[in-house]
Protein backbone atom coordinates (compact mmCIF):
# COMPACT_ATOMS: atom_id res chain seq x y z
CA UNK A 1 0.00 0.00 0.00
CA UNK A 2 3.06 2.35 0.88
CA UNK A 3 4.82 1.38 -2.49
CA UNK A 4 1.08 2.70 -4.38
CA UNK A 5 0.43 5.59 -2.18
CA UNK A 6 4.20 6.74 -3.23
CA UNK A 7 3.68 5.67 -7.25
CA UNK A 8 0.45 8.20 -6.72
CA UNK A 9 2.26 10.83 -5.61
CA UNK A 10 5.04 10.87 -8.13
CA UNK A 11 1.99 10.96 -11.24
CA UNK A 12 0.33 13.64 -9.43
CA UNK A 13 3.91 15.80 -9.30
CA UNK A 14 5.02 14.41 -12.64
CA UNK A 15 1.34 15.50 -13.81
CA UNK A 16 1.56 19.06 -12.64
CA UNK A 17 5.21 19.16 -13.64
CA UNK A 18 4.43 18.72 -17.15
CA UNK A 19 1.71 21.05 -17.28
CA UNK A 20 3.85 23.81 -15.42
CA UNK A 21 6.48 23.62 -18.29
CA UNK A 22 4.03 23.70 -20.82
CA UNK A 23 1.64 26.55 -19.44
CA UNK A 24 3.44 29.35 -21.50
CA UNK A 25 3.69 27.90 -24.22
CA UNK A 26 -0.36 27.29 -24.35
CA UNK A 27 -0.80 31.03 -23.63
CA UNK A 28 1.44 31.61 -26.11
CA UNK A 29 -0.18 29.82 -29.00
CA UNK A 30 -3.98 30.73 -27.96
CA UNK A 31 -2.64 34.43 -27.46
CA UNK A 32 -1.66 34.49 -31.23
CA UNK A 33 -4.29 31.47 -32.08
CA UNK A 34 -7.10 34.04 -30.08
CA UNK A 35 -5.56 37.85 -32.23
CA UNK A 36 -5.66 36.21 -35.61
CA UNK A 37 -9.53 34.46 -35.16
CA UNK A 38 -10.58 37.74 -34.57
CA UNK A 39 -8.65 39.74 -36.57
CA UNK A 40 -8.96 37.69 -39.90
CA UNK A 41 -12.19 36.54 -39.59
CA UNK A 42 -13.87 32.75 -41.02
CA UNK A 43 -15.45 34.38 -43.38
CA UNK A 44 -12.59 36.33 -45.00
CA UNK A 45 -10.76 32.90 -45.08
CA UNK A 46 -13.97 31.08 -47.35
CA UNK A 47 -14.05 34.40 -49.67
CA UNK A 48 -10.19 32.79 -50.54
CA UNK A 49 -11.43 28.64 -50.96
CA UNK A 50 -12.48 27.47 -53.65
CA UNK A 51 -12.33 24.01 -55.26
CA UNK A 52 -8.96 21.91 -55.17
CA UNK A 53 -5.90 24.45 -57.04
CA UNK A 54 -2.57 25.07 -55.95
CA UNK A 55 -3.49 28.97 -54.67
CA UNK A 56 -6.85 27.34 -53.42
CA UNK A 57 -5.04 24.41 -50.82
CA UNK A 58 -2.13 26.44 -50.40
CA UNK A 59 -4.33 29.06 -48.79
CA UNK A 60 -6.46 26.55 -46.87
CA UNK A 61 -2.99 25.97 -45.32
CA UNK A 62 -1.97 29.18 -44.71
CA UNK A 63 -5.21 29.74 -42.99
CA UNK A 64 -5.29 26.55 -41.18
CA UNK A 65 -1.66 27.45 -39.74
CA UNK A 66 -3.06 31.05 -38.05
CA UNK A 67 -6.20 28.83 -37.15
CA UNK A 68 -6.63 27.46 -33.50
CA UNK A 69 -5.24 24.06 -32.99
CA UNK A 70 -8.13 22.16 -31.00
CA UNK A 71 -9.26 19.30 -33.32
CA UNK A 72 -13.11 19.95 -32.31
CA UNK A 73 -12.89 23.77 -33.22
CA UNK A 74 -10.93 23.06 -36.41
CA UNK A 75 -13.89 20.69 -37.45
CA UNK A 76 -16.50 23.12 -37.02
CA UNK A 77 -14.60 25.63 -38.89
CA UNK A 78 -14.29 22.90 -41.50
CA UNK A 79 -17.62 22.18 -42.03
CA UNK A 80 -18.13 26.18 -42.18
CA UNK A 81 -15.93 26.34 -44.96
CA UNK A 82 -16.98 23.14 -46.76
CA UNK A 83 -20.80 23.99 -46.38
CA UNK A 84 -20.24 26.96 -48.15
CA UNK A 85 -18.68 26.23 -51.20
CA UNK A 86 -14.95 25.36 -50.42
CA UNK A 87 -13.67 22.50 -51.91
CA UNK A 88 -13.34 18.98 -50.43
CA UNK A 89 -9.06 18.99 -50.74
CA UNK A 90 -8.85 22.69 -49.70
CA UNK A 91 -11.31 21.78 -46.41
CA UNK A 92 -9.38 19.09 -45.24
CA UNK A 93 -6.29 20.71 -46.28
CA UNK A 94 -7.73 23.41 -43.63
CA UNK A 95 -8.34 21.00 -41.21
CA UNK A 96 -5.26 19.45 -41.56
CA UNK A 97 -3.17 22.34 -41.02
CA UNK A 98 -5.12 23.48 -38.01
CA UNK A 99 -3.95 20.30 -35.87
CA UNK A 100 -0.33 20.05 -37.50
CA UNK A 101 1.03 23.60 -38.07
CA UNK A 102 0.05 25.40 -35.79
CA UNK A 103 2.39 27.13 -33.79
CA UNK A 104 1.26 26.68 -30.13
CA UNK A 105 1.92 22.65 -30.93
CA UNK A 106 5.38 23.34 -32.33
CA UNK A 107 6.39 24.95 -28.95
CA UNK A 108 4.96 22.34 -26.88
CA UNK A 109 6.24 19.40 -29.05
CA UNK A 110 9.85 21.40 -28.72
CA UNK A 111 9.61 21.78 -24.87
CA UNK A 112 8.58 17.51 -24.61
CA UNK A 113 10.29 16.12 -27.44
CA UNK A 114 12.64 18.07 -29.01
CA UNK A 115 13.68 19.95 -32.66
CA UNK A 116 13.81 16.47 -34.88
CA UNK A 117 9.81 16.49 -33.44
CA UNK A 118 8.89 20.10 -34.28
CA UNK A 119 10.53 19.20 -37.76
CA UNK A 120 8.72 16.21 -38.65
CA UNK A 121 5.63 17.88 -37.26
CA UNK A 122 5.70 20.98 -39.87
CA UNK A 123 7.85 18.86 -42.94
CA UNK A 124 4.96 15.89 -41.73
CA UNK A 125 2.36 18.51 -41.64
CA UNK A 126 3.01 19.51 -45.47
CA UNK A 127 3.26 15.90 -46.93
CA UNK A 128 0.09 14.91 -45.01
CA UNK A 129 -1.64 17.38 -47.22
CA UNK A 130 0.06 16.61 -50.19
CA UNK A 131 -0.77 13.14 -49.61
CA UNK A 132 -4.30 13.41 -48.73
CA UNK A 133 -4.93 15.81 -52.30
CA UNK A 134 -3.29 13.10 -54.35
CA UNK A 135 -5.69 10.09 -52.54
CA UNK A 136 -8.94 11.94 -53.32
CA UNK A 137 -8.10 12.70 -56.87
CA UNK A 138 -7.08 9.29 -56.97
CA UNK A 139 -9.91 7.92 -55.66
CA UNK A 140 -12.53 10.47 -56.81
CA UNK A 141 -15.94 10.62 -54.16
CA UNK A 142 -17.71 12.92 -56.18
CA UNK A 143 -21.18 11.70 -55.48
CA UNK A 144 -20.39 11.51 -51.70
CA UNK A 145 -19.22 14.67 -51.72
CA UNK A 146 -22.20 15.91 -53.02
CA UNK A 147 -24.29 14.16 -50.46
CA UNK A 148 -21.94 15.44 -47.21
CA UNK A 149 -22.28 19.24 -48.89
CA UNK A 150 -26.21 18.96 -48.92
CA UNK A 151 -26.13 17.73 -45.41
CA UNK A 152 -23.49 20.27 -44.00
CA UNK A 153 -25.19 22.79 -45.48
CA UNK A 154 -28.56 21.82 -43.77
CA UNK A 155 -26.80 22.02 -40.39
CA UNK A 156 -24.76 25.22 -40.98
CA UNK A 157 -26.25 28.23 -39.28
CA UNK A 158 -26.20 31.71 -41.43
CA UNK A 159 -25.13 34.65 -38.86
CA UNK A 160 -21.79 35.21 -40.00
CA UNK A 161 -23.37 36.84 -43.45
CA UNK A 162 -23.02 40.22 -41.99
CA UNK A 163 -20.20 42.67 -43.19
CA UNK A 164 -16.48 42.10 -42.68
CA UNK A 165 -14.90 44.27 -40.29
CA UNK A 166 -12.06 46.15 -41.21
CA UNK A 167 -9.09 44.64 -39.34
CA UNK A 168 -7.04 47.57 -39.33
CA UNK A 169 -10.03 49.50 -36.99
CA UNK A 170 -10.48 46.16 -34.93
CA UNK A 171 -6.57 46.26 -33.89
CA UNK A 172 -6.62 49.39 -32.71
CA UNK A 173 -9.81 49.21 -30.57
CA UNK A 174 -10.50 47.97 -26.89
CA UNK A 175 -13.77 46.23 -28.46
CA UNK A 176 -11.06 44.10 -31.23
CA UNK A 177 -9.22 43.08 -28.14
CA UNK A 178 -12.12 42.57 -25.98
CA UNK A 179 -12.91 40.12 -28.79
CA UNK A 180 -9.30 38.49 -28.50
CA UNK A 181 -10.02 38.33 -24.77
CA UNK A 182 -13.16 36.36 -25.28
CA UNK A 183 -11.60 33.83 -27.89
CA UNK A 184 -9.06 33.37 -25.71
CA UNK A 185 -11.01 31.97 -22.82
CA UNK A 186 -13.05 29.93 -25.16
CA UNK A 187 -9.73 28.61 -26.52
CA UNK A 188 -8.98 27.33 -22.80
CA UNK A 189 -12.85 26.24 -22.44
CA UNK A 190 -12.47 24.19 -25.26
CA UNK A 191 -9.68 22.33 -24.34
CA UNK A 192 -9.13 22.53 -20.53
CA UNK A 193 -10.69 18.69 -20.04
CA UNK A 194 -8.65 16.99 -22.89
CA UNK A 195 -5.31 18.77 -21.47
CA UNK A 196 -6.47 17.94 -18.10
CA UNK A 197 -6.96 14.07 -19.05
CA UNK A 198 -4.27 14.01 -21.51
CA UNK A 199 -1.86 15.41 -18.59
CA UNK A 200 -2.68 12.88 -16.19
CA UNK A 201 -2.73 10.06 -18.33
CA UNK A 202 0.95 10.81 -19.10
CA UNK A 203 1.67 11.02 -15.51
CA UNK A 204 0.16 7.82 -14.55
CA UNK A 205 1.95 5.71 -17.38
CA UNK A 206 5.17 7.22 -16.49
CA UNK A 207 4.86 6.24 -12.85
CA UNK A 208 3.08 3.19 -12.96
CA UNK A 209 3.66 1.53 -16.26
CA UNK A 210 7.02 -0.34 -17.12
CA UNK A 211 9.10 -0.25 -20.59
CA UNK A 212 8.52 -3.70 -20.97
CA UNK A 213 4.98 -3.01 -21.45
CA UNK A 214 5.55 -0.83 -24.44
CA UNK A 215 8.10 -2.73 -25.66
CA UNK A 216 5.11 -5.11 -26.16
CA UNK A 217 2.60 -3.37 -27.74
CA UNK A 218 5.05 -1.41 -29.79
CA UNK A 219 6.82 -4.34 -31.51
CA UNK A 220 10.46 -3.43 -31.95
CA UNK A 221 10.78 -0.35 -29.46
CA UNK A 222 13.67 -0.59 -27.16
CA UNK A 223 15.76 -2.22 -30.49
CA UNK A 224 18.95 0.36 -31.65
CA UNK A 225 17.52 -0.78 -35.20
CA UNK A 226 14.02 -2.62 -35.68
CA UNK A 227 13.01 -3.60 -38.83
CA UNK A 228 10.97 -2.25 -41.47
CA UNK A 229 7.86 -4.53 -40.11
CA UNK A 230 8.54 -3.60 -37.11
CA UNK A 231 8.33 0.24 -37.80
CA UNK A 232 5.35 0.16 -39.70
CA UNK A 233 2.97 -1.99 -36.83
CA UNK A 234 4.36 0.76 -34.56
CA UNK A 235 2.86 3.32 -37.29
CA UNK A 236 -0.44 1.03 -37.45
CA UNK A 237 -0.19 0.99 -33.35
CA UNK A 238 -0.32 4.55 -32.90
CA UNK A 239 -3.67 5.84 -34.32
CA UNK A 240 -5.08 2.15 -33.26
CA UNK A 241 -3.96 3.46 -29.34
CA UNK A 242 -5.20 7.19 -30.47
CA UNK A 243 -8.37 6.14 -31.55
CA UNK A 244 -9.93 4.77 -28.35
CA UNK A 245 -8.88 7.63 -26.39
CA UNK A 246 -10.61 11.58 -25.40
CA UNK A 247 -7.17 13.13 -25.92
CA UNK A 248 -6.53 15.56 -28.43
CA UNK A 249 -3.45 16.78 -29.89
CA UNK A 250 -2.15 19.16 -27.32
CA UNK A 251 -2.83 16.35 -24.62
CA UNK A 252 -1.24 13.43 -26.45
CA UNK A 253 2.23 15.48 -26.63
CA UNK A 254 3.16 14.38 -23.01
CA UNK A 255 1.73 11.12 -23.40
CA UNK A 256 3.84 10.82 -26.75
CA UNK A 257 7.00 11.73 -24.76
CA UNK A 258 6.53 9.00 -22.08
CA UNK A 259 6.33 6.16 -25.19
CA UNK A 260 9.54 8.06 -26.37
CA UNK A 261 11.35 7.71 -22.95
CA UNK A 262 10.21 3.73 -23.37
CA UNK A 263 11.65 3.55 -26.76
CA UNK A 264 8.71 3.79 -29.03
CA UNK A 265 10.69 4.70 -32.60
CA UNK A 266 10.47 8.26 -34.45
CA UNK A 267 8.03 6.60 -36.93
CA UNK A 268 5.46 5.50 -34.29
CA UNK A 269 5.49 8.16 -32.02
CA UNK A 270 5.25 10.83 -35.06
CA UNK A 271 1.80 8.22 -36.06
CA UNK A 272 0.79 8.95 -32.89
CA UNK A 273 0.91 12.58 -32.73
CA UNK A 274 -0.53 12.80 -36.64
CA UNK A 275 -4.00 10.41 -35.11
CA UNK A 276 -5.35 13.48 -32.91
CA UNK A 277 -7.82 13.40 -36.65
CA UNK A 278 -8.67 9.50 -36.20
CA UNK A 279 -9.50 9.40 -32.54
CA UNK A 280 -13.41 8.07 -31.96
CA UNK A 281 -14.62 11.51 -30.82
CA UNK A 282 -13.72 12.90 -34.13
CA UNK A 283 -15.35 10.30 -36.15
CA UNK A 284 -18.67 10.51 -34.41
CA UNK A 285 -18.49 14.50 -35.19
CA UNK A 286 -17.51 14.02 -38.65
CA UNK A 287 -20.26 11.53 -39.31
CA UNK A 288 -22.79 14.11 -37.20
CA UNK A 289 -21.83 16.87 -39.99
CA UNK A 290 -21.20 15.03 -42.99
CA UNK A 291 -22.82 11.32 -42.34
CA UNK A 292 -21.34 8.02 -41.89
CA UNK A 293 -20.14 7.87 -45.32
CA UNK A 294 -18.57 10.89 -45.57
CA UNK A 295 -16.87 10.21 -41.85
CA UNK A 296 -15.60 6.74 -42.71
CA UNK A 297 -14.11 8.08 -46.03
CA UNK A 298 -12.03 10.54 -44.13
CA UNK A 299 -11.34 8.36 -41.53
CA UNK A 300 -9.64 6.02 -44.49
CA UNK A 301 -7.94 8.54 -46.28
CA UNK A 302 -6.39 10.42 -42.90
CA UNK A 303 -5.29 6.39 -41.45
CA UNK A 304 -3.57 6.15 -44.68
CA UNK A 305 -1.79 9.49 -45.56
CA UNK A 306 -0.79 9.35 -41.75
CA UNK A 307 1.18 6.02 -41.68
CA UNK A 308 2.69 7.11 -45.25
CA UNK A 309 4.02 10.37 -44.04
CA UNK A 310 5.28 8.61 -40.41
CA UNK A 311 7.16 6.15 -42.50
CA UNK A 312 8.78 8.54 -45.27
CA UNK A 313 9.62 11.21 -41.95
CA UNK A 314 11.23 8.10 -40.17
CA UNK A 315 13.32 6.55 -42.96
CA UNK A 316 14.27 10.34 -44.50
CA UNK A 317 15.65 11.65 -41.23
CA UNK A 318 17.47 8.05 -41.37
CA UNK A 319 19.44 8.86 -44.45
CA UNK A 320 20.15 12.03 -43.23
CA UNK A 321 21.45 10.62 -39.74
CA UNK A 322 18.99 12.98 -37.87
CA UNK A 323 16.61 10.64 -36.10
CA UNK A 324 16.51 11.20 -32.43
CA UNK A 325 17.40 8.17 -29.94
CA UNK A 326 14.50 6.86 -28.78
CA UNK A 327 14.87 5.64 -24.86
CA UNK A 328 18.09 7.70 -24.38
CA UNK A 329 17.23 10.22 -21.89
CA UNK A 330 16.05 10.83 -18.27
CA UNK A 331 12.72 9.69 -17.70
CA UNK A 332 9.81 11.74 -17.56
CA UNK A 333 9.10 11.00 -14.08
CA UNK A 334 12.64 11.48 -12.85
CA UNK A 335 12.76 15.55 -14.33
CA UNK A 336 13.35 18.23 -11.98
CA UNK A 337 10.26 20.34 -13.37
CA UNK A 338 9.69 23.37 -10.60
CA UNK A 339 13.14 25.02 -10.12
CA UNK A 340 14.11 28.99 -11.18
CA UNK A 341 14.75 29.45 -14.91
CA UNK A 342 13.03 30.70 -18.07
CA UNK A 343 10.30 28.56 -17.57
CA UNK A 344 8.90 30.24 -14.29
CA UNK A 345 9.51 34.04 -15.44
CA UNK A 346 7.29 33.35 -19.08
CA UNK A 347 4.71 31.22 -16.94
CA UNK A 348 4.98 34.52 -14.27
CA UNK A 349 4.26 36.58 -17.47
CA UNK A 350 0.75 34.36 -18.85
CA UNK A 351 -0.11 33.70 -15.84
CA UNK A 352 -1.47 37.36 -15.44
CA UNK A 353 -1.98 37.66 -19.38
CA UNK A 354 -4.50 35.06 -18.41
CA UNK A 355 -5.66 36.38 -15.56
CA UNK A 356 -5.94 39.97 -17.03
CA UNK A 357 -8.10 38.09 -20.29
CA UNK A 358 -10.24 36.23 -17.74
CA UNK A 359 -11.33 38.81 -15.61
CA UNK A 360 -11.75 40.55 -18.52
CA UNK A 361 -14.21 38.37 -20.15
CA UNK A 362 -16.03 37.92 -17.02
CA UNK A 363 -16.96 40.91 -16.31
CA UNK A 364 -18.03 41.27 -19.91
CA UNK A 365 -20.20 37.89 -20.04
CA UNK A 366 -19.62 35.92 -17.05
CA UNK A 367 -18.63 32.82 -16.47
CA UNK A 368 -18.26 30.67 -19.29
CA UNK A 369 -20.59 27.58 -19.39
CA UNK A 370 -19.29 23.82 -19.55
CA UNK A 371 -21.41 22.98 -22.49
CA UNK A 372 -22.29 18.96 -21.21
CA UNK A 373 -25.70 18.87 -23.41
CA UNK A 374 -24.00 16.16 -25.27
CA UNK A 375 -23.24 12.81 -23.71
CA UNK A 376 -19.83 12.62 -24.49
CA UNK A 377 -19.15 16.05 -23.06
CA UNK A 378 -20.63 14.95 -19.66
CA UNK A 379 -18.19 11.86 -19.98
CA UNK A 380 -15.40 13.96 -20.72
CA UNK A 381 -16.27 16.84 -17.82
CA UNK A 382 -16.61 13.52 -14.97
CA UNK A 383 -13.02 12.22 -16.51
CA UNK A 384 -11.44 15.70 -16.44
CA UNK A 385 -12.92 16.21 -12.72
CA UNK A 386 -11.68 12.51 -11.84
CA UNK A 387 -8.30 13.60 -12.94
CA UNK A 388 -8.51 16.88 -10.96
CA UNK A 389 -9.37 14.89 -7.78
CA UNK A 390 -6.59 12.37 -8.64
CA UNK A 391 -4.12 15.08 -8.50
CA UNK A 392 -4.95 17.07 -5.63
CA UNK A 393 -5.22 13.96 -3.33
CA UNK A 394 -2.17 12.41 -5.51
CA UNK A 395 0.35 15.75 -4.86
CA UNK A 396 -1.02 16.07 -0.88
CA UNK A 397 0.36 12.54 0.00
CA UNK A 398 2.85 12.00 2.36
CA UNK A 399 5.98 10.33 0.52
Given at each position: ?246 IGSMGNIPLAAVLFDSGVAFAGIMAFIFSDLVVLPVLRIQAQYY ?66 FFTWRIRCKGLPSLSTDKLSDKILLALALLALAWLMIGALLPT
Open positions: MGEFIETWHEAAITTLGLFWTAFWAFALGYLISSAIQVFVTRQRMREQMGEAGARSVGLATLFGFISSSCSFAALATTRALFAKGAGLVPSLAFLLASTNLVIELGIVIAIFLGWQFVVGEYLGGLVLILLMWLLVRVTRPKALVKKARERARAAEDQTDDAEIPDWRELIRSAEGWRQVAERFVMEWKMVWKDVTIGFTVAGIIAAFVPSRFFQALFVGSGESEPAFWQILLQCLVGPVAAFFTFGWKMALYILFVFLCILVATALLLHYGFMALDLLPQSGSGKGISEREFFKFDYTLLLNAVFLAISAF
